[in-house]
């Protein structure tokens, strides 16, 4: 397939269908050869960053928008102005295959108004480029309701976080210290003239200066080491895992935060949680490539009898279902298939996780409450009202009135993520 024809379909099963980037764009590249999955990818992430800006330029070039079975056609004019917009292609080239995707996606008719639009546009895009930007959305790139959220809970970092959720994430590492130290790790990673830089905090991490495909990684099949933001890798250090515990992942598709508990610790029995058994085959994979055994279990947390007999854990890391507010940077897609209403109902959700699972946790023992959110209703203020109500809950090393720590999306280029350590009262 025409690689702006799979980019159309794409946004169009996004934007209209309310499908997830990360199932619309794997199908995608099943169409297309495997050495035009980069720039499918770089098509489809890019136009969903700026999707206001391309759409405010559109709609000034169309005197009447494509609806219907047409609307594939409104999502190509997309692609093209993204391209003009925003890669180095050559504008005839761009404009040239974009119009050629008509074909593919059965509509020559259309063929003419497409390549008039883009034409139009290259002869008056600095023009359009300046009405593109001079509303909120088309310069911020975000839908109205979490700029006013970032505005209102971050009134002097909420530009600092736009920018960081409109930039390329980078590829972060997490390396298998069951095989190496970072140290030795680094310095393979030398031997293949791969430039990086390590994290102050996260003691296994490193960030590479460019992303690369995994196969040029030292190891990588042997499981030496894994992709995995340095945010998320914190959870060990909040965790704090022993030898010869019983720990509980609760919500752990796709097993990254399991995996590295089990690379930490040894004689330790962890049970991988999680309500989606199809996500659940990636922590099967992840820990086949790893060499590493998990009680992987699919099951609701809210209602742990049903697949939970067994004693209370030590240890409990809840990485609780959220608005992945956090993680815009890679999945733009969350923008445009979140609404402000959500954002209750996940609260709600949470709240009920978070009880049953206290249940679970033995006296003495330790829960992470964790998310790749920074809504405070999320965060802070759902973990203030744990403490409010759970007479036997203690928050450990944080402020009860602004609980927890928040990291947000660009803090030592990291995802925004949340963590919060609570401690039951009485002895294990």
Request: net charge negative; glycine share 6%; charged share 25%.
């Amino acid at each position: 397939m025409n690689v702006r024809a799979a980019a159309a379909n794409v946004l169009f099963q996004v934007v209209d269908k309310g499908q997830s980037l990360s199932h619309a764009l794997p199908a995608a590249q099943r169409t297309i050869r495997p050495r035009d999955h980069a720039l499918l990818q770089e098509i489809c992430y890019g136009a969903l960053r700026y999707l206001p800006r391309l759409e405010s330029i559109a709609n000034e070039l169309m005197d009447n928008p494509l609806k219907g079975k047409k609307r594939v056609f409104h999502h190509l004019i997309l692609v093209g102005i993204y391209q003009l917009s925003f890669m180095r292609i050559p504008s005839h080239a761009a404009v040239g295959e974009t119009v050629e995707a008509t074909k593919t996606l059965r509509g020559p008719s259309l063929r003419g108004l497409i390549n008039a639009v883009l034409r139009n546009y290259l002869r008056n895009q600095e023009e359009l480029d300046e009405i593109a930007v001079s509303h909120n959305a088309g310069k911020y790139g975000h839908p109205s309701w979490i700029l006013k959220m970032l505005q209102e809970s971050y009134p002097q970092q909420w530009e600092s976080i736009i920018e960081a959720n409109n930039s390329k994430a980078p590829m972060w590492l997490r390396v298998n210290r069951q095989h190496h130290t970072r140290d030795e790790y680094v310095e393979l990673l030398k031997n293949e003239d791969i430039e990086f830089t390590v994290h102050s905090e996260a003691a296994d991490a490193i960030k590479l200066a460019a992303p690369c495909d995994v196969s040029k990684l030292p190891g990588f099949e042997k499981g030496w080491v894994s992709v995995q933001d340095a945010a998320a890798q914190l959870a060990i250090n909040y965790l704090t895992p022993k030898e010869g515990e019983l720990i509980l992942d609760c919500c752990a598709a796709p097993g990254g935060k399991t995996a590295h508990i089990l690379e930490h610790t040894e004689d330790t029995e962890v049970v991988a949680l999680d309500s989606d058994a199809k996500r659940l085959d990636r922590v099967y994979d992840n820990l086949d490539r790893l060499h590493l055994k998990a009680d992987v279990i699919c099951g609701d947390a809210r209602y742990p009898q049903e697949w939970w007999q067994g004693e209370q854990f030590d240890r409990i890391l809840l990485d609780a279902p959220c608005s992945a507010t956090g993680v815009i940077r890679r999945h733009p897609d969350i923008k445009w298939l979140r609404r402000a209403t959500d954002i209750e109902a996940l609260a709600d959700l949470q709240r009920e996780i978070i009880d049953a699972m206290w249940q679970q946790l033995k006296p003495g023992g330790t829960m992470v409450y964790a998310t790749c959110s920074i809504t405070p209703q999320e965060n802070a203020l759902q973990v203030k009202a744990f403490l409010e109500r759970t007479a036997d809950a203690t928050l450990l090393g944080s402020d009860p009135e602004q609980p927890g720590r928040q990291i947000l999306p660009g803090d030592e280029d990291m995802d925004g993520f949340y963590y919060a350590v609570l401690e039951k009262a009485g002895k294990a």
